[in-house]
C-alpha cells in the first residue's frame, strides 16, 4: 500500500511539473509574438535618502517576452543600498563610479575579522570588541558582479562621484520558482518611506512594490525577534525599521568603516595578469565553492578584448570560460565599443535573449524577425534599452560620435552567429549555392562573400558613405 502511494505521488508531481513546466512555455511562447520594438527609458523613480532607483517597465512586452527586468542604482558618495536578496540571478555593471559589497550565503565561513590590537588602538586601551564578517570585495568602472539568486547583499559608494549600477535580473530562470517577476526581499531598513514618482506607463505593479514595502522582520512579532536573537524588545523593534525614514538608499556620514583589505592598483594589475594566464594556469571553476567563488569581471578595459579592430572598435565577454560563477547562474554580459560610422556585423545569438544598454553615444540599431520584417529600425541613445529576442537578427551602426553599449544574454555561453564577414553564415557556403540563391551571377557571389575579411566589428567603408550620399542628393 505504502509502495503504491508513493508511486502514485511521484507520478502525480511529474505530471504536475509537466503541465506547469508547459503552461510557462506556452506563456513565454505568446508574450514573444513581437511586432514592434522601442527603446526603453525608465518611467517609475524610487527616490531614497542618499539616491535613486530607476526602474525600467517590467510590463513592456519585449521584456515579457525575454521574462528579464533591468534597474538602474544611481547612489551618492557614502551612499550603502541596504541589504537584501532576490529571488533571481542577477548581473550589476557599474556604468560609473566604484565601491565595494559584500555577498551574504549562510554557512560560509568569516574570513575577514580584525585583531583585537587594532581594535584597542582604534577604541582604546582595554577594548574587547572584535568583528568578523563574510567577505567583502571591491568594484569600479566597467566591473560585472554576479549575484545568485537567494544571496543578499549590499553595496556602498566610496568613491567623490555617483555610482551608478545597471542591475539586470532574470526572472526566467531556473532558480526561480515563483511567478514571472522579480521580487526583492529587503533584511533592512523601510523602502516604502521611499518616494515614488512615475513616468509614462504609470500604474503600480509587483515589480514597483518591492521597493516600497517594509523589510522581512516587519511581519515578525517582537517577541519572536527578542527570542530569536537573544536581544531585548526594543532591540528586537528596531529590527523592523518602522521608524526609519531613509528609503532603501541610506547615507553614512562618517563613511562605512568594515574590516577589508587595502586594495591597490599593483593588486588590481595583478589580479588582470592572473586572469589571463600569466601567473600559472587558469582555474577552470572546479576549485570554487560558493563561498569562495570569483563574482567580479572586469570588461572595460581594451586589452582583454574577444575581438578587436583598431579602426572600428572591440567586443569583450564574460561567460563562464571568463567567470565561472556564470554557468551557476546561466548567464553571461558582453560590453561593445564602435568607433564614428563603424558596424557591427548583422548577427543573431543562437541561446539566447540579449538586452542591449547603450552606455555612451547612439547607434542606429535594426531587428528582424522570423518573418522578413524589421520589428525595430531606431536610433538609440545613451540610457535607452533594447531587447533583442532569441534568433532576432540585428546590425548595429554607429553614429558620428560613436556607440558603447554593455549586453546582457540569458545564457552562460551566448552564442553568436554572423550573416557577414570571414566566419559567416555566407562566407561558409559555396559560391554555386550563394549564386542560384540569390540569382546573381558567380562574379558577384565571390564579392559578397569574399569582400569583408573582418570577424565582427566593420570599419566604415566609402562605397557605403557614397551610397548615402547619393541617396541623400
Known amino acids: 500500500m505504502g509502495s503504491s502511494w508513493l508511486c502514485f505521488s511521484l507520478s502525480l508531481l511529474l505530471v504536475l511539473h509537466g503541465t506547469f513546466a508547459q503552461q510557462r512555455y506556452q506563456q513565454q511562447q505568446g508574450e514573444c509574438q513581437l511586432n514592434r520594438l522601442n527603446p526603453q527609458e525608465p518611467n517609475v523613480r524610487i527616490q531614497a535618502e542618499a539616491g535613486v532607483t530607476e526602474i525600467f517597465d517590467p510590463n513592456s512586452q519585449q521584456f515579457q517576452c525575454a521574462g528579464v527586468s533591468l534597474i538602474r542604482h544611481v547612489i551618492q558618495s557614502r551612499g550603502m543600498l541596504l541589504p ?48 568578523r564578517h563574510q567577505r567583502i570585495g571591491q568594484f569600479r568602472q566597467g566591473d560585472i558582479v554576479a549575484f545568485p539568486a537567494g544571496a543578499a547583499h549590499w553595496a556602498y559608494n566610496e568613491g567623490n562621484e555617483e555610482l551608478v549600477l545597471v542591475v539586470f535580473e532574470d526572472s526566467s530562470n531556473n532558480a526561480n520558482q515563483l511567478d514571472q517577476t522579480s521580487r526583492r526581499f529587503f533584511i533592512a531598513g523601510n523602502p516604502q518611506q521611499g518616494e515614488q514618482q512615475q513616468g509614462q506607463g504609470g500604474g503600480r505593479s509587483l515589480r514597483r512594490q518591492q521597493f516600497q514595502s517594509g523589510n522581512v522582520f516587519s511581519g515578525f512579532e517582537d517577541e519572536l525577534l527578542a527570542e530569536a536573537f537573544g536581544v531585548d524588545r526594543e532591540t528586537a523593534r528596531k529590527l523592523k525599521g518602522q521608524d526609519d525614514q531613509r528609503g532603501h538608499i541610506v547615507n553614512i556620514e562618517q563613511g562605512l568603516r568594515v574590516v577589508r583589505p587595502p586594495f591597490s592598483q599593483e593588486q588590481e594589475e595583478r589580479e588582470e595578469r592572473q586572469e589571463q594566464g600569466q601567473y600559472g594556469p587558469r582555474m577552470n571553476g572546479i576549485e570554487e565553492t560558493i563561498c569562495s567563488a570569483k563574482v567580479r569581471q572586469n570588461i572595460d578595459n581594451p586589452a582583454r578584448a574577444d575581438i578587436y579592430n583598431p579602426q572600428a572598435g572591440r567586443f569583450t565577454t564574460a561567460n563562464s570560460l ?142 557605403s558613405r557614397s551610397s548615402e550620399r547619393i541617396a541623400a542628393a
Not at 413 to 418: L, P
Open 322 to 463: 571568463t567567470l565561472p560563477i556564470l554557468n551557476f547562474l546561466r548567464l553571461s554580459a558582453a560590453r561593445g565599443v564602435l568607433y564614428r560610422n563603424s558596424i557591427m556585423a548583422p548577427h543573431w545569438v543562437t541561446n539566447a535573449h540579449s538586452v542591449i544598454y547603450i552606455t555612451r553615444g547612439e547607434a542606429r540599431i535594426q531587428i528582424v524577425d522570423h518573418r522578413g520584417q524589421a520589428v525595430l529600425d531606431d536610433r538609440v541613445r545613451q540610457g535607452q534599452v533594447v531587447v533583442v529576442p532569441q534568433n532576432y537578427a540585428v546590425v548595429k551602426h554607429a553614429e558620428n560620435e560613436g556607440v558603447e553599449w554593455v549586453e546582457f544574454n540569458t545564457n552562460s555561453n551566448a552564442m553568436i552567429n554572423t550573416l557577414s564577414g570571414r566566419t559567416s553564415a555566407i562566407r561558409g557556403l559555396p559560391v554555386d549555392v550563394i549564386a542560384n540563391s540569390y540569382q546573381i551571377s558567380r562574379d558577384e557571389a565571390r564579392r559578397l562573400k569574399f569582400n569583408r575579411e573582418e570577424t565582427l566589428i566593420f570599419r566604415a567603408s566609402g562605397r
Open 84 to 131: 537584501s536578496y532576490l529571488n533571481t540571478p542577477l548581473l550589476a555593471y557599474v556604468e560609473r563610479g566604484r565601491g565595494f559589497y559584500g555577498i551574504l550565503n549562510s554557512g560560509c565561513p568569516e574570513t575577514f575579522q580584525s585583531s583585537q590590537q587594532f581594535q584597542q588602538g582604534e577604541r582604546g586601551a582595554g577594548s574587547r570588541f572584535q568583528d
